[in-house]
């Protein structure tokens, strides 16, 4: 079954640091996965999201990600965070079951930004 | 127009009571859903609309009854609910559904439900 791992619960980082999210992912197969940020009492929102094509990712926000196959990882970068970007973090794989095609979220990382 | 809205954003409600959590999107997706987020989960899927059809019931209790008028609406309908089952409720869009693997699903903010 396809799943995702995000081990790091919380990344504390101060203002403008550079950030990594890690992500890893199982699947034997044809694999799409997806960032999203949840703001503090929102809904979710889509950062980005790879399907195919570059394994470079670019998003919103300043953010991009890397798929790396052999090491079936999906980390979310931003090079300068900013107090704005204290958020919770998912990563998610579109995952064949029951018949259907579901959104499985990994336990999601905490992004901590201090001044 | 990529907004997905839902009402009312908090809920109070009592074990007896009946409530409806409304849910609406206007970007012609064909695939609408419910999940529940307790706090510093993920979210957890409920329910899936397919064409207006309900595609997936991910073995949710009889006292959530999901309702889908139409393509732009959808509805969760509440009663006798326990406390435990205080959390928030997020509503999403897709334009494939269950049988799009690379669908991007619209989520909109949220109904923070408190059941007493």
């Known amino acids: 079954a396809q799943s995702v791992t995000q081990l790091d619960s919380q990344v504390p980082v101060f203002e403008e640091a550079p950030v990594e999210l890690r992500c890893n992912y199982s699947s034997s197969v044809s694999v799409y996965l997806f960032w999203y940020v949840q703001y503090p009492n929102q809904g979710l929102q889509l950062l980005l999201k790879?399907?195919?094509?570059?394994?470079l990712v670019k998003g919103i926000n300043g953010f991009e990600a890397e798929f790396n196959k052999s090491q079936t990882s999906f980390h979310l970068r931003k090079p300068s965070v900013h107090i704005s970007d204290t958020a919770e973090y998912f990563c998610?794989?579109?995952?064949?079951?029951?018949?259907?095609?579901?959104?499985?979220f990994g336990s999601g990382t905490r992004l901590l930004v201090r001044p | 127009d990529t907004e997905v809205t839902q009402t009312p954003k908090h809920l109070v409600m009592g074990m007896t009571n009946k409530k409806s959590l409304k849910c609406e999107q206007h970007m012609g997706h064909r695939a609408m859903y419910w999940y529940k987020q307790k706090a510093k989960k993920p979210p957890e899927l409920m329910f899936v609309?397919?064409?207006?059809?309900?595609?997936i019931n991910e073995s949710v209790p009889s006292r959530f009854s999901p309702e889908c008028p139409n393509s732009s609406l959808l509805n969760l309908h509440l009663h006798a609910l326990q406390p435990e089952d205080s959390a928030l409720y997020l509503c999403?869009?897709?334009?494939?559904?269950?049988?799009?693997?690379?669908?991007?699903?619209?989520f909109g903010p949220g109904t923070r439900l408190t059941v007493l």
């Open positions: 998610a794989v579109s995952a064949w079951m029951d018949s259907s095609y579901k959104l499985i």
């Open positions: 790879y399907l195919s094509g570059s394994t």
């Open positions: 999403a869009s897709s334009q494939e559904g269950t049988s799009g693997a690379t669908d991007t699903q619209y």
């Open positions: 609309y397919s064409y207006e059809k309900l595609s």
